[in-house]
């Protein structure tokens, strides 16, 4: 099987080839967003769907495929690389600015998730500024931003384009907490945090932006870990947080998140899954 015949056997829609780095592209089940991802290297090829894969497929030419100058795809590789890096420096750059810039108010998808009396970092342009730090040193690597898109009738959520995303997370509470609870999403995280002032407790929260990342986060952060799931459709919220060998908590309605179930049933719903979640057995 060629390559590109991978990729669509994993749901992507790939219309042609760029070797040499990862590339995002729309999939079947989501045409309109870039939630699929390959990286072809001529020899060696890798493929993930974020909806419904957690790990990523690797790919390997049959005996009899043509042959391809791996050397020439190495150096475009390499050079690649060194944009991407400076990528990352300029968009970290460009978060901090409008991390600087941004004030501190009310803001629509902050009214429309529950939480009509909190504030957020808020652009001139109305856009809600999500600051994404490492994990570890607090650094800036980029920020997510959250408008409303008037055309389609729903809030937008984008990261900064050349941001480097894996290992940023924004992280509610205390580094030093003895128990974090990990998610996806910062509304996820909003709830959550409601829940664990609810029960009186301690805990931190750190929003990981995907499963992907999550996964990635998890092995590096001390003390008691948990997560509370995106029940998705695909499974891939739950099997993201068992690959992480976390124990874990999750709505029992196909599709919803923690603030979803905070929305539809309360916030002490979402307190007493979470309260489960402590007494269960740990994960071997």
Not at 244 to 256: D, I, K, P
């Amino acid at each position: 099987m060629q390559f590109d015949a991978f990729c669509r056997a994993h749901g992507l829609i790939v219309d042609s080839l760029i070797a040499g780095r990862w590339v995002r592209v729309p999939t079947v089940d989501h045409p309109r967003k870039k939630n699929g991802a390959y990286k072809f290297l001529g020899d060696i090829g890798w493929v993930q769907n974020h909806a419904t894969n957690v790990d990523v497929s690797t790919w390997r030419p049959d005996a009899d495929a043509p042959k391809i100058d791996t050397q020439a795809i190495a150096n475009k590789a390499a050079e690649f690389e060194r944009r991407m890096v400076d990528g990352w420096a300029r968009a970290a750059k460009k978060a901090e600015a409008l991390i600087r810039e941004a004030k501190q108010m009310p803001h629509p998808y902050l009214q429309n998730k529950g939480f009509k009396d909190a504030k957020g970092l808020v652009l001139a342009d109305e856009s809600l500024v999500i600051p994404m730090r490492h994990w570890k040193t607090n650094a800036v690597q980029g920020a997510q931003l959250i408008r409303w898109n008037s055309d389609e009738r729903r809030f937008e959520k984008k990261m900064l384009p050349g941001m480097r995303a894996k290992g940023a997370v924004f992280r509610i509470g205390s580094t030093n907490a003895a128990r974090t609870w990990l998610v996806e999403g910062f509304a996820t995280g909003l709830s959550v945090e409601a829940a664990v002032r609810l029960l009186n407790l301690r805990d931190s929260v750190v929003v990981c932006f995907s499963v992907g990342n999550l996964i990635h986060v998890a092995p590096q952060i001390s003390g008691e870990l948990f997560a509370f799931a995106d029940n998705d459709e695909s499974g891939a919220g739950e099997a993201g947080a068992k690959k992480a060998g976390l124990r874990y908590c999750m709505s029992g309605t196909v599709g919803h998140d923690a603030n979803d179930m905070h929305k539809k049933e309360g916030i002490f719903r979402v307190a007493s899954l979470m309260v489960d979640a402590t007494q269960s057995e740990p994960v071997s």
